[in-house]
Structures are given as structure tokens and as C-alpha cells.
């Protein structure tokens, strides 16, 4: 089994920056692509940016420029940058990690809150 601890988020204003990060634990050698997604009040769970263990990552396209999503695989840890924040990027954010044919596992979350 695969723990996540999602951390870094709080209320921000417009314009301002964020950096999330999430800690791996457990049967971290199961895990290959890990990811960030978002989920606003009302809204469905999307994605924002995943990452493959040797470094490729893939952005949603609202996110592409001000999300930077990077990994330090012997700290087991999964970081997104979050710079230009608008009060629509207001969600709370799930760390995500694919384990091939295993089950994923899923974080808990942090609120991200952006005033305008």
C-alpha cells in the first residue's frame, strides 16, 4: 500500500504563487506516474499535471504556463508550482500515484484558496 500526505496549500491573492508537495510512503517502488488533480465546490475532479518517474510531464491546458509540476523520486515526494494564481484555480488538490496494474492511490487533499 501507497500513503500520500498532500501539503503547501493555504489562501493566496491573485496573482501570487503556491508551491504543493506530496510525500510518498509505503510501497513507494510500485509507483511509476504521479499527478496532481483539483476539485472546486460543485465541480468534477479534473486533472491538472501528471509526471512519469523519469521526469516527462503533461500539463491540462489552463495550467500549461503557470503549473509546474516536477519530482524528487529518492525524497518519494511530488511537487507542483502554482504561479499567476486566479480565484477560478480555488479547489482542493489531490496527489495522485499510479501503480501499473495495482490500484492508484490517492492523497487527502489541500485547499487551495485564491482571493481576487
Known amino acids: 500500500q501507497v500513503q500520500l500526505v498532500e501539503s503547501g496549500g493555504g489562501l493566496v491573492q491573485a496573482g501570487g504563487s503556491l508551491r504543493l508537495s506530496c510525500a510518498a510512503s509505503g510501497s513507494v517502488f510500485t509507483i511509476n506516474v504521479m499527478g496532481w488533480y483539483r476539485q472546486a465546490p460543485g465541480k468534477q475532479r479534473e486533472l491538472v499535471a501528471t509526471i512519469t518517474r523519469g521526469g516527462n510531464a503533461n500539463y491540462a491546458d489552463s495550467m500549461k504556463g503557470r503549473f509546474t509540476i516536477s519530482r524528487e523520486n529518492a525524497k518519494n515526494t511530488v511537487y507542483l508550482q502554482m504561479n499567476s494564481l486566479k480565484p477560478d484555480d480555488t479547489a482542493v488538490y489531490y496527489c495522485?500515484?499510479?501503480?501499473?496494474?495495482?490500484?492508484?492511490?490517492w492523497g487527502q487533499g489541500t485547499q487551495v484558496t485564491v482571493s481576487s
Open positions: 495522485k500515484a499510479e501503480r501499473g496494474s495495482l490500484s492508484p492511490s
